[in-house]
């Protein structure tokens, strides 16, 4: 019979395309995973792994192989994870990547009492590609992520729907039902106010919306969701942002909508997790928490 050891190990290193990577995230030395997956192939007869380059190039052997271990072996970590939660202490450090903006408004105050249960959050603040890349070299253990990127060491699951909606101050909402012509029109007068040079948030707005790109040139750059809505709030000018960030603007009125789509467009929010990292209890218990915490969110 082939010990579960070995199959550990070669799964980690298919998902993971290293012996040093896989070695790291199983807590286990270099030796010891190559000498793993050396047996693993002597047991079965046929190479799993070609060298290509500085990474490992799965044979057909290795991708079947994988498929058809991968799912029972899976859940086998995911029981062992619950046993441990339930019954071990959860004392550590988590480290969970995301947005900054998610991870203020919503993430970090979710999991305020983790410090009384021996929990050390060490969070980074960066873009989904470099969230997930980190996350699948082992340096996270669990990200949020505003896009799904496909990985073998990753396991995704919806958190939260955000609704993107075009404010801006009174003033601008005044002027706009003041003038005629298409709504894209009219608000093409205003000055923009965006995340980024190519607009990404606005130009996903004006696809799903008026079904055309937006044209337009933003009159302010700031990568930080929060600036935009205070700089439009004091009248800088208009700007689209996810609707959770800018509930208290809306309710004060100091933003006010622009427009108001039968079916705003919208964006999903995944927690993204190592799926190695769920080894260790106080992990899963993150994971957890952050899956019970979002069903009380509003978009």
């Not at 340096?139 to 955000?162: G, K, S």
């Not at 996903?204 to 933003?218: Q, S, T």
């Not at 100091?254 to 190695?276: D, M």
Request: positive net charge; aromatic residues 6%; hydrophobic residues 50%.
């Amino acid at each position: 019979m082939i010990s579960l050891d070995l199959l550990r190990t070669f799964l980690a290193v298919y998902r993971l395309g290293s012996v040093t990577k896989a070695a790291a995230q199983l807590s286990i030395t270099q030796p010891a995973a190559s000498g793993r997956l050396q047996a693993l192939e002597n047991s079965l007869r046929r190479p799993l792994f070609v060298h290509a380059g500085r990474r490992l190039s799965p044979t057909a052997a290795a991708h079947d192989l994988a498929r058809a271990i991968g799912p029972y072996l899976d859940g086998l970590e995911a029981v062992v994870s619950s046993t441990l939660v339930h019954g071990s202490k959860l004392a550590g450090t988590v480290h969970l990547g995301g947005p900054a903006e998610f991870m203020s408004a919503r993430v970090l105050p979710a999991l305020a009492q983790l410090g009384a249960l021996g929990i050390r959050l060490s969070v980074r603040l960066g873009l989904a590609q470099d969230l997930i890349t980190a996350l699948a070299t082992g340096e996270l253990d669990l990200a949020i992520a505003t896009v799904r990127i496909p990985h073998e060491a990753i396991e995704y699951r919806q958190l939260f729907r955000e609704e993107f909606v075009l404010v801006g101050a009174p003033k601008w909402a005044a002027q706009l039902a003041g003038q005629r012509g298409a709504v894209a029109e009219r608000l093409a007068t205003f000055p923009l106010l965006a995340y980024a040079e190519d607009l990404p948030i606005v130009r996903c707005y004006w696809r799903e919306v008026f079904g055309e790109e937006p044209g337009l040139r933003a009159s302010l750059l700031v990568a930080d969701l929060r600036a935009l809505i205070r700089a439009a709030a004091a009248g800088a000018g208009i700007t689209v942002v996810p609707r959770y960030l800018c509930e208290a603007e809306l309710a004060d009125g100091s933003l006010a909508h622009l427009h108001r789509p039968p079916r705003p467009p919208h964006n999903t929010i995944h927690l993204a997790w190592n799926k190695y990292a769920l080894r260790h209890p106080r992990n899963a218990f993150v994971r957890d928490a952050l899956l019970n915490a979002a069903r009380g969110w509003a978009a």
